[in-house]
């Protein structure tokens, strides 16, 4: 077979992964004091002495970008450019970082105490670090962390800190500027900040732009981000932010260095600190305000047990390579690199492009622990109905079949060997114990309240108890998302053949590219990676038995109905959750309806139905499944903004909204015309 | 032998036997009897007598290629001592053109040696075939013209008969132009423009002087000299490089910074096409007549005739001239300078930056002091620059600086050159670093063929580029071809560094060298293309042109499209297919 070879470069089975190493072990074993008070003395980008944050920020300041767009300012505005000068050196101030030893020191001290207290191991991969310390030798280096916890940067910054490498600038949200202390004290420590939103102001922009690129050409410290923007609150990778990813990009684009390499590291969290937290979040119990008090309210958190860490450390990724081929640098040839421009369209395509990359990449080396299976299948199950649970052994047998299909599907699954099938799924178990329930040998979902009251109650009542429970189901639905990436795309092919009305290749090709479609501000789909994500999962299902493809059809085998009962029901929350968007635009959106209004009017549409009892799945009450829903119709121009008086309103094109609906249902079929060719 | 019926028989009429090939190698650069070598005590040594370093040993060469290329001078890869005749294939000889030939009494010859000597460039893999013996496709004949008149009537000939036609000046092409079209079906005939180097006026009045094209350029300089004059115009193949070679590819001088470039010195030119002669009708100092059809001969790389006579600019001698150097702190503070000196516009006649492992090389081809005295300043001279001044000698960098002109204003000059120098951390390093700098350049293109012996293999090549790019241009480039040599298995890290070389007001010309050992790669011809490929590209990307003076010829012309736009490229080719339908001028250059 021609293709054969193609598919071997993407048999997820081939990959190859590093080792972890514990360095907590170390840590319980001496002195925390002689480690945060250590020599370190990192190796340098090709021997550069690192900057003070006084001279980088004048480096920045007398940069030609700056002057030219202080002179446009100035020139737009008749403002003088002294003032317009004041104002940049006032934004500079509020951003920059001002790394200290000393207070990385006192991180070291008291971040180890508290990771002793909290976890049972971090793992580190360190022929990733080694990795990592060449590459920051040879190249200006971004790292490109996950993004799940508060804790993410300052365990990087401690891990670059262990494995003595030069510690990172990292872009921080201005919210955390909002507690003092704690504001400066990340900023001694190496973060710097931004606004949230700076849309059209030019010269922030600016500053914040060439402050990055000052930093990052120079070699003085790698620079770190968050490619996902903000904390996943789902455990999902969000799609991916192009601002920042643009802006380090830039420098090797125009040729100012030779290459930049971009990091992709993956840290997976066994419980996430801000578990029920987030869960709240979703479900619009609004989040408090980062305050110094929040945090130590939030002390209790330290008494718990979360499990371990792991930190993949990926393969550096070269963007000279990833722009080979791919990108004209000529282009910059003409036009003098300090005057910003906007990119070109091949530019933002290839930083589009390239972000999903190196967000798969952070996902393909997310560890997945055992637990991830359980919630996956206890979700499942809560969804049909046991209302009594599952038999201990039979979850058992389900998550060990689980575990060799994940594997099969390249997941980089944790699974002690060493431990029978049962005592890994009951130590999972008892890690989780506040979201699961182990009841005379059976499990499920911790949702009933002791003494789950009969008999009749109040409206209100009912929608607390409904609130509560969809804390424990999405939580658990978390971690099931971390297991996501794994399954999604021949979860997207099981479902396209379930909704296809035949088993044509064709036909099944274009209801996945529906899917794919309809789902893509939900999931990391490449963008115009149809046809490969489509041979993915064929190649998968074909692989573990579960299809065969011929040329025209796609056939399902006898023994691979529970495979593909498994990965419809994955895909099932998603599918109802956005039918019932559809229903709510039909059939509740009104003329007025702002964006605003949108999430607490959809929320109570679907309270309303979960309570009915015409909705089984809790999760929909997810404000981030909701918001990508509609960011999904709005991109296939289901949904208009329309620019009003004073704000914008949602005009919903019903008769799209009804046939995307009913396609979604199985009840359409795909229209060909709308989808490209196999 | 006139009318010799069987051309077998008679290989050449009348050869003129005064040309430069009977004392210059056939497959390596320059004179035949000026060579570096390892002496038998293991010291390299540059033979002959014709340079200032000829004769002399230079101690710190050996140990700087074993350094540098992880050379073994155990390991040798001589050439081939001489051409094999029966490599070269038989002349396709049109016998009509031949016989017409014959009748104008234009001599011509297509003996084996006459037609491979004429068939390459210095193109690292021309000499590279050559030293292995092997022989493409070379010109079936060579003609002499004498002067204009015998160009018209070959041309003529050519037209007539369908015969393709190379123009061949000094052979000093770095660009693959000399080579021949495998395509070629036709008889090829390299038109050897040698004998005609005569000057044939110097007007004193408007300070010009009229030549023929074939004159080279160590012979003009001297035949002017020897009437108070001088063109000023010096690349650096000035030894054997002819007028008509620098016209047809656009070259520059050494010290175009007083004289100009070729474009700025020519007022008139004289081309033979397949359509006729192409000229002006006046010397007027500067026309508005529609585009300069000076411009379109100028860069035409042999495509479209032959340049026959030349009318060019002179200046007196000028009455002084000093050389000069100065070392800085590192490269950036070096270009730095540079740029100041031509935002000032008081750049010397020639400033020259080396990067430092040029200013290594440099070093390392110091030849043997001969007195106590001279290696005692030396050392103290280094220890004053490092220790004292604090200077990393793995950093610093060298400007060699000529200048020229009235000796007041050369003073004057200097002491303005050194001011700016001083503000950028540039410590003024003597005349004879300067000196020695410049005597290099001539010396230099002879090393590549010691390293060759030794399985180096190098090529230098150029690019112009606006000022703020020049850091850039530098490094990434020397960056890429580092990468690029790594990536295909080249064991020793290659030598790879370059020097700024001319300075304008909005940019530089920057000049790299690259170098690397082969031992073990099984085809370090076509490695060695890659590279140098990438290395281009990489100048593209980083806002370099495709060249500065060496021209486009066969190597560059994949990039000429993107270079000057399809429209661009669409204009040059209606003057081809106009000048010359049926492209006599074959040699397939530029486009």
């Known amino acids: ?678 | 032998m006139y009318g010799c019926s069987n051309l077998m028989y008679c290989i050449s009429e009348h050869a003129p036997h005064s040309s430069l090939q009977e004392i210059m190698k056939w497959n390596g650069w320059g004179y035949s009897d000026t060579k570096f070598l390892f002496n038998k005590k293991g010291q390299a040594e540059f033979t002959g007598k014709r340079y200032k370093l000829s004769g002399m040993i230079i101690p710190a060469l050996k140990e700087w290629m074993e350094g540098t290329f992880g050379t073994n001078m155990q390991h040798k890869s001589l050439a081939t001592p001489a051409l094999t005749r029966t490599a070269v294939q038989p002349p396709t000889l049109n016998e009509a053109f031949v016989e017409e030939l014959k009748s104008t009494g234009v001599p011509f010859s297509h003996d084996a040696e006459d037609r491979v000597f004429r068939a390459h460039g210095h193109c690292l893999h021309e000499i590279f075939a050559l030293r292995e013996g092997k022989v493409g496709r070379v010109p079936d004949l060579v003609v002499w013209p004498n002067c204009h008149n015998d160009v018209v009537k070959i041309v003529e000939l050519a037209c007539k008969h369908n015969v393709c036609l190379i123009p061949y000046g000094g052979g000093t092409s770095v660009s693959s132009a000399l080579e021949c079209p495998q395509e070629e079906t036709r008889s090829i005939v390299s038109v050897d423009t040698s004998q005609m180097n005569r000057i044939l006026w110097i007007d004193e009045k408007n300070l010009t002087a009229h030549m023929e094209a074939g004159i080279v350029g160590q012979d003009l300089e001297r035949l002017l000299n020897e009437s108070g004059y001088c063109t000023g115009h010096e690349p650096d193949s000035m030894e054997f490089s002819s007028l008509g070679g620098w016209v047809a590819t656009r070259a520059s001088g050494m010290k175009k910074n007083i004289y100009g470039n070729i474009e700025d010195l020519v007022i008139h030119v004289k081309m033979v096409t397949p359509q006729g002669v192409v000229e002006k009708s006046c010397q007027g100092p500067r026309m508005s007549t529609g585009p300069d059809i000076h411009h379109f001969i100028m860069g035409s790389e042999g495509t479209l005739g032959v340049v026959t006579e030349v009318t060019m600019k002179i200046r007196p001698m000028p009455e002084y001239q000093k050389y000069g150097s100065v070392v800085f702190p590192n490269f950036e503070q070096g270009v730095a300078c540079l740029r100041e000196v031509a935002r000032q516009r008081c750049a010397p006649a020639s400033i020259r930056l080396m990067d430092n492992e040029q200013f290594k090389f440099g070093h390392a081809l110091k030849p043997q002091v001969s007195s106590m005295f001279t290696s005692f300043l030396e050392g103290l001279k280094k220890f004053y620059i490092t220790k004292f001044k604090g200077f990393d000698p793995d950093c610093l960098c060298v400007a060699t600086l000529l200048f020229e002109g009235n000796r007041e204003k050369v003073l004057q000059h200097e002491k303005q050159v050194y001011d700016i120098a001083a503000k950028f951390g540039g410590l003024a390093a003597g005349e004879d670093n300067g000196q020695r700098g410049y005597m290099l350049t001539f010396v230099i293109a002879y090393l590549r063929d010691l390293g060759m012996d030794y399985y180096v293999i190098g090529e230098s090549f150029e690019t112009s580029v606006p000022w703020d790019r020049v850091l850039d241009i530098c490094r990434n480039v020397k960056a890429r071809i580092i990468r690029e040599c790594k990536d295909k298995g080249v064991q020793f890290q290659p030598f790879s560094t370059c020097r700024v070389t001319q300075t304008y007001d909005a940019g530089a010309c920057v000049y790299f060298y690259f170098a690397f050992n082969y031992r073990g790669l099984s085809d370090p011809v076509h490695m060695f293309e890659e590279v140098e490929h990438a290395a281009r590209e990489e100048i593209l990307a980083n806002g370099g042109s495709l060249s500065h003076h060496h021209g486009v010829g066969k190597l560059r012309k994949a990039w000429m499209r993107e270079t000057v736009s399809d429209v661009g490229m669409g204009m040059l080719k209606s003057v081809k297919d106009y000048v010359d339908p049926n492209n006599i001028f074959g040699n397939g250059n530029l486009l």
Not at chain 1, 257 to 270: G, K, L, Q, T
Not at chain 1, 460 to 482: D, F, G, T
Not at chain 1, 620 to 632: P, R
């Open chain 1, 1 to 678: 077979m021609a293709s054969s070879n193609a598919y071997a470069q993407r048999d997820p089975m081939l990959k190859k992964r590093d080792d972890f190493e514990d360095i907590l072990e170390e840590r319980r074993n001496s002195s925390d004091l002689r480690y945060a008070l250590k020599c370190y003395t990192p190796a340098l980008y090709k021997g550069v002495a690192p900057c003070k944050s006084s001279m980088l920020k004048s480096m920045v300041l007398q940069s030609d970008q700056l002057h030219y767009v202080i002179q446009q300012v100035s020139k737009e505005t008749g403002r003088q450019t002294d003032n317009v000068q004041e104002e940049v050196s006032a934004i500079l101030d509020e951003m920059a970082h001002s790394l200290q030893l000393s207070t990385v020191r006192f991180f070291a001290f008291t971040l180890s105490k508290i990771f002793k207290s909290l976890f049972k191991s971090i793992r580190v991969n360190e022929e990733g670090i080694q990795r990592l310390q060449q590459a920051i030798q040879d190249h200006p280096v971004v790292l490109l962390p996950s993004h799940r916890s508060y804790m993410d940067f300052l365990l990087m910054s401690y891990l670059l800190y262990t494995y003595d490498l030069t510690l990172p600038v990292i872009a921080a949200g201005m919210d955390f500027m909002g507690m003092k202390f704690v504001g400066e004290m990340f900023r001694m420590s190496g973060a710097f900040f931004i606004r949230r939103s700076f849309g059209g102001n030019k010269l922030y922009w600016a500053v914040f732009s060439e402050y990055v690129k000052t930093m990052l050409k120079n070699g003085f410290a790698p620079v770190e981000f968050f490619l996902e923007g903000t904390r996943s609150r789902t455990s999902k990778s969000l799609i991916p932010k192009l601002g920042l990813l643009n802006i380090v990009m830039d420098p090797f684009l125009k040729g100012e260095v030779f290459d930049v390499h971009v990091v992709p590291v993956s840290i997976s969290y066994e419980r996430i600190l801000e578990e029920t937290l987030y869960a709240r979040e979703l479900l619009g119990i609004p989040k408090p305000k980062e305050s110094t008090s929040g945090l130590f309210k939030a002390r209790k958190v330290l008494s718990e047990d979360y499990g371990s860490i792991h930190v993949y450390f990926g393969q550096p990724v070269s963007v000279r390579s990833l722009a080979e081929g791919r990108v004209n640098r000529c282009q910059f040839n003409l036009v003098p690199r300090h005057i910003p421009g906007r990119p070109d369209e091949d530019i933002h395509s290839f930083v589009n492009d390239s972000a999903y990359k190196l967000v798969r990449a952070q996902e393909d080396n997310m560890v997945l622990k055992p637990w991830v299976l359980l919630a996956s299948l206890l979700l499942q199950k809560q969804a049909v109905g046991q209302e009594q649970g599952t038999a201990l052994d039979e979850l058992t047998a389900q998550a060990v079949w689980l575990r060799d299909l994940s594997r099969q599907y390249g997941a980089f699954l944790h699974w002690p060997d060493q431990m029978t099938p049962s005592e890994v799924v009951s130590s999972s178990l008892s890690l989780h114990r506040g979201l699961v329930r182990t009841c005379e040998g059976k499990v499920q979902l911790a949702l009933e309240h002791e003494g789950g009251a009969v008999g009749p109650q109040s409206a209100a009542a009912l929608e607390e108890k409904l609130l509560s429970q969809a804390v424990i189901v999405l939580s658990c639905a978390s971690y099931r998302n971390q297991a996501l990436h794994v399954f999604l795309r021949p979860a997207l092919l099981a479902s396209a053949i379930h909704a296809a009305s035949s088993n044509q290749k064709q036909e099944v090709f274009n209801s996945f590219s529906f899917l794919r479609n309809m789902f893509s501000n939900e999931f990391i789909l490449c963008p115009g990676a149809t046809v490969q994500d489509f041979e993915e999962a064929c190649y998968l299902l074909v692989k573990t038995g579960t299809l065969q493809v011929t040329q025209k059809e796609v056939l399902v085998n006898e023994r691979g109905h529970r495979t593909l009962a498994f990965l419809v029901s994955m895909l099932d929350p998603f599918l109802q959750g956005y039918q019932v968007v559809c229903r709510f635009l039909c059939e509740e959106a009104t003329e007025t309806l702002t964006e605003k209004q949108f999430i607490p009017a959809i929320r109570k549409f679907i309270i309303k139905h979960l309570l009915a009892g015409r909705l089984r799945y809790a999760e929909v009450l997810s404000s981030d499944l909701q918001k990508n829903s509609l960011a999904a119709f709005l991109r296939l121009g289901a949904v208009e903004k329309i620019k009003g008086v004073d704000q914008e309103t949602l005009k919903v094109n019903a008769a799209m909204v009804n046939s995307l609906e009913d396609t979604l249902g199985g009840k359409l079929p795909t229209q060909k015309a709308v989808v490209a060719r196999l």
